[in-house]
């Protein structure tokens, strides 16, 4: 038996979710395209035979962390290089940007292996580009163990990503049972389900200082009673989130729904409030309170 634990990190938007949900084949990530979608550190299991692969998803990194909550998720990043076999670090294909280098600094001191995995590759048209990408990377002295050019969206070269990452995987008895895939409590899932949904209907418009709790979750034999509240940290974010007569919160619920049955295997009847809670992304006990655990 094989059974590593493998950090993801990178900047924000470079696919870090998208890849451990695809290689655990599961949704055990929240995705978007806003940055920073995901704020604390979640964990994939993939396990293949007699190798089990442990991915911990990191939030984005971030350069100059403003709010308590931003340095929190720096911190979940910190400490998972102290915790893992090896870092695999994701960068876009399509440019490497000064907080690509900034991390790329801190990942290379470590001892541990590092593996750069160039992502979606599926949007460069020009091919030959790819050519000087490491290259670049190494006059600059950021010389990795490993690289490889993937497509997360696409599963281009997955496969060969998997033999290299099992390939740092050390002899060890599997940590989980077979049959999981995360870490994360189901309560935790679905707020994430309707935070994600959040991110879809309103986009850049959603305000960044919202967080999702669930109040109330009633398991009876055919049905689900699932009591959730959003909060943000003003009236007026509030009242996008609503909608004109509360019909936007209506379609969030009902796309979240069909989610939620397939996570629980039952029916769901769900509601969600909007409440205030004035300052609680640089507040630590709200942070504890909404399990943020801001320190």
Not at 27 to 41: A, F, H
Not at 195 to 201: A, G, H, P, Q
């Amino acid at each position: 038996m094989k059974c590593g634990i493998f950090s993801i990190v990178g900047r924000p938007n470079v696919g870090k979710s998208t890849l451990v949900n695809i290689l655990t084949e599961q949704k055990v990530s929240i995705t978007s395209r806003k940055p920073n979608t995901t704020r604390t550190s979640v964990l994939g299991v993939a396990t293949k035979g007699a190798n089990q692969i442990i991915f911990v998803d990191t939030p984005g990194w971030q350069k100059k962390p403003k709010r308590l909550l931003d340095r929190y998720m720096n911190r979940f990043i910190d400490w998972s290089f102290d915790q893992v076999d090896c870092v695999l670090m994701i960068s876009d294909a399509r440019s490497w940007r000064h907080e690509d280098k900034l991390l790329a600094k801190s990942v290379l001191c470590l001892s541990t292996p590092k593996i750069l995995i160039i992502n979606k590759i599926d949007l460069i048209k020009n091919k030959a580009k790819l050519l000087t990408y490491v290259d670049n990377l190494e006059k600059d002295g950021l010389i990795f163990d490993d690289y490889i050019f993937i497509s997360a969206k696409k599963k281009q070269s997955l496969d060969s990503l998997l033999k290299i990452v099992t390939g740092y995987c050390p002899k060890r008895d599997f940590i989980y049972d077979t049959n999981t895939v995360t870490n994360k409590t189901l309560n935790f899932r679905i707020s994430e389900v309707i935070r994600e949904k959040m991110l879809m209907f309103l986009g850049d418009e959603l305000p960044y200082e919202t967080c999702v709790v669930i109040e109330q979750f009633d398991d009876r034999e055919k049905l689900v009673r699932i009591n959730a509240v959003a909060y943000v940290e003003r009236d007026s974010q509030r009242l996008i989130i609503l909608g004109k007569t509360g019909s936007l919160i209506k379609k969030i619920s009902t796309k979240a729904r069909y989610d939620i049955e397939t996570l629980v295997g039952k029916q769901v009847y769900l509601r969600i409030w909007v409440k205030v809670a004035e300052s609680w992304s640089d507040d630590t006990e709200k942070l504890k309170l909404f399990g943020l655990k801001g320190g």
